[in-house]
């Protein structure tokens, strides 16, 4: 069987993506669960109430300046309570949770995480009615930041 | 290690129903738990695990810190000034020390 160039890199193609599937699949899971743990399993709304701040390309994993932004008046009865921060692609996937309070004024915040790898973070709020929002940001790392 | 310094940058004064940024930062290395030291053995976990705002014993902000916040944890975060007082800036670490730092504003 003779193949030519563009078969050979469709087949390739094709090999990296069954080969990455399964290890794909297994840490979204774990993000999945983080996520079901954080909202007890109520439906996550991915929507522009979230604002999720971060570099599109980290040259330096070990150190990403990250922000979140909830558009909420922070009243106390209209406010954001929790903020969970996930990276998909870290060995743990847990990075952060923020606790607001309608003292915050506004719920803004900024840190600076590690990224092992090019990768989604994900935010997900817990509004003080009990819906929960969510945002994601890719970031492309260089270096990854979990040491060796 | 060396003992972690908390450095904080929060603003003196404020205007009523001004909302305030705060800096805070302490050194530390946050060391993650999955990483292997020199021996090949896992170098245990020692990190800042939570961090807290309060305003005149009031909560303004908190963070539980998991091993993917960078070393040396810095966090900014807002507050709406409405009286004067003093902010209390609380961090805890693994190995059970607290760290504290007291922050004077003037409000109005």
């Keep these: ?35 079901k743990a954080f909202t007890g399993g109520a439906a996550v709304v991915e929507d522009d109430i979230v604002t999720l701040t971060a570099p599109e390309i980290a040259e330096n994993g070990n150190t990403v300046p990250i922000g979140i932004s909830v558009d909420s008046p922070m009243t106390a009865d209209n406010y954001v309570k929790r903020v969970r921060i996930l ?19 506004s719920a803004e915040a900024s840190t600076r995480m590690r990224l092992a790898t090019t990768q989604n973070i994900i935010a997900v709020a817990e509004l003080s009615d009990g819906t929960y929002h969510m945002a994601k940001a890719e970031v492309k790392v260089t270096i990854g930041g979990c040491g060796g | 290690m060396a003992k972690s310094k908390p450095r904080v940058k929060a603003p003196k004064k404020a205007a009523v ?8 930062l302490i050194s530390h290395k946050m060391e993650s738990g999955l990483r292997k030291g020199k021996d090949g053995n896992l ?66």
């Design chain 1, 87 to 105: 990276a998909e692609g870290n060995p743990r996937p847990a990075v952060a949770t923020m606790y607001f309070s309608p003292l915050s004024g």
């Design chain 1, 1 to 35: 069987m003779k193949l030519n160039r563009r078969e050979a890199l469709a087949l390739g193609a094709g090999a990296l993506f069954i080969s990455l599937t399964p290890f794909r699949g297994a840490l979204a899971s774990l993000t999945e669960d983080e996520i």
């Design chain 2, 17 to 24: 129903g001004e909302i305030v940024t705060i800096k805070t």
């Design chain 2, 43 to 108: 170098i245990p976990r020692s990190i800042i695990n939570r961090f807290t705002a309060e305003f005149n014993g009031q909560l303004v902000f908190a963070v539980d810190i998991d091993p993917a916040i960078s070393a040396n944890p810095f966090l900014e975060f807002t507050m709406k000034a409405t009286e004067s007082g003093e902010f209390t800036f609380t961090w805890v670490d693994d190995d059970g020390s607290v760290y504290t730092k007291k922050s004077k504003m003037t409000v109005g």
